[in-house]
């Protein structure tokens, strides 16, 4: 769900959408709904899409064809003590495989789905992740991947299943100098467990929020990119290889403004656009990914004028968003936050929002909590902060701009992203569970559960007003 938030607040006061349905199939999952699961993903060689549904009993695998319409569907049994679906894949006949995990992680099969057949087979991988750290799963072209610590030997691995296959490949960044927010040597187990790791999807939409994070990872033709953010003096940069494992680094410094303080990146398209602050000024750079030339800067600063025609805003929780006056008092918003950057090609131009967000706690909880210290203080108890801890809410301070393929500020024409829409529709329709979205052809499809009428519904969503 988009939470890029002014737009969703704009939007969601009139109906701006028509969702198209592409397919629906009938899958009555029954009770309990805590074993409910749905996934749904597309082959990459056929365009087919597979959906696989389950409840505490039954396992449904339906088929559309690339048309998008229904094509078939084959039940089966849920595997016994196997609790999660962690993905799908294929094997290299194009037959889906849906992969389920025990509870603990330690057993791990697939089952394959023949529908020339209708027959599924079961297959064993040896893959035990229970004692081992994982920090990050994800899917590439058909393929289940996991970036984990193997514990026994405090080694960075990545683990993937294909069809049958299974690889394991120990990644080794010994040879590359990695520092932490100290500018002391470090490792990027480390820095991993210290901040985990975000995933930046690179085929829709990311809020800037998401963004915030100092380290993220990308997939981008058949590489894993890891990008470091933990210290003020540069951004590393990490490119896996995903066929030969192969690791290059790039880094990009961070020295266009004195005294920095916060820094941050994000990666786009063939740009990457580097974020500095300090307690005066927000410089945005936006570089050339491949030879590290400079396509443009703006610099917000509260002694400049202004380089951009745009509000500053900021929204506490699901607030309305509420115009902050100038450069000043946006700088000094964001100086107590965590800074990002969204990107969105729209058609050719290009969507951003640059912010930051931090976690606040509720006025009536910092009322409550001053209520409760004066008690305690008279009864001797102390005052104990974790009381508070579940009343934390996001405030996000931010400002959006539009750009030409030049990164130059263009009119900020007010249209609604397949994100919003695909926002209003969930809002409006508690029906909806499970849901997911991804990228089909030149469109978006969502995929989702309808409690209310017992059906798996692909709809098409695109950007801009529907008429």
Request: contains cysteine.
């Amino acid at each position: 769900m988009r939470k890029n938030f002014l737009l969703c607040y704009l939007f969601l006061s009139f109906s701006f959408f028509g969702q198209i349905k592409l397919a629906d199939v009938s899958v009555e999952l029954k009770r309990s709904s805590d074993f409910h699961q749905l996934i749904t993903q597309v082959n990459p060689e056929t365009a087919e899409i597979f959906s696989f549904a389950s409840d505490k009993e039954k396992f449904t695998g339906i088929k559309f064809n690339n048309a998008v319409f229904f094509s078939d569907s084959l039940s089966v049994k849920k595997p016994f003590n196997f609790r999660y679906i962690m993905g799908s894949g294929f094997t290299e006949s194009n037959n889906p495989v849906c992969y389920w995990a025990t509870e603990d992680l330690e057993k791990f099969i697939g089952i394959e789905f023949d529908f020339n057949s209708h027959t599924t087979k079961t297959i064993q991988y040896n893959v035990n992740l229970k004692n081992q750290t994982v920090f990050a799963d994800f899917s590439e072209k058909g393929i289940l991947y996991f970036l984990t610590e193997k514990k026994e030997s405090k080694s960075l691995q990545l683990i993937s299943i294909q069809g049958h296959k299974v690889t394991t490949n120990e990644l080794d960044f010994s040879k590359f100098t990695i520092d932490n927010q100290n500018l002391k040597k470090a490792t990027l187990l480390e820095l991993l467990h210290q901040f985990g790791i975000t995933k930046i999807d690179t085929k829709g939409f990311n809020s800037y929020v998401i963004g915030t994070n100092p380290i993220k990872y990308y997939l981008r033709n058949d590489t894993l990119v890891i990008t470091l953010d933990n210290t003020t003096r540069k951004t590393q940069i990490f490119e896996i290889n995903l066929k030969s494992y192969e690791i290059k680094e790039s880094v990009f410094n961070q020295n266009n403004i004195p005294d920095i303080q916060q820094t941050n990146s994000l990666l786009f398209e063939n740009y990457l656009v580097l974020l500095e602050l300090n307690k005066e000024a927000f410089d945005i750079q936006i570089l050339d990914y491949s030879n590290k030339n400079l396509v443009q800067e703006y610099q917000i600063s509260e002694n400049q004028p202004l380089p951009i025609n745009t509000k500053f805003l900021t929204q506490t929780g699901n607030n309305s968003p509420r115009t902050i006056k100038n450069s000043k008092k946006f700088i000094k918003r964001i100086f107590y936050g965590d800074i990002g950057a969204s990107l969105y090609n729209l058609n050719g131009s290009y969507i951003a929002t640059f912010g930051a967000s931090k976690e606040i706690i509720r006025n009536r909880d910092i009322l409550l909590g001053v209520g409760l210290g004066l008690s305690s203080i008279a009864t001797g108890t102390g005052f104990d902060s974790d009381f508070l801890g579940g009343n934390f809410i996001n405030q996000n301070v931010f400002f959006d701009v539009r750009f030409n393929s030049n990164f130059k500020q263009i009119d900020n024409t007010t249209e609604p992203l397949f994100v919003d829409k695909i926002a209003q529709f969930i809002t409006e329709n508690r029906n909806v569970k499970y849901e997911h979205y991804f990228p089909y052809k030149d469109f978006y499809i969502l995929s989702y559960y309808d409690k209310n009428t017992n059906e798996i519904i692909l709809s098409k969503f695109t950007d801009g007003f529907d008429y």
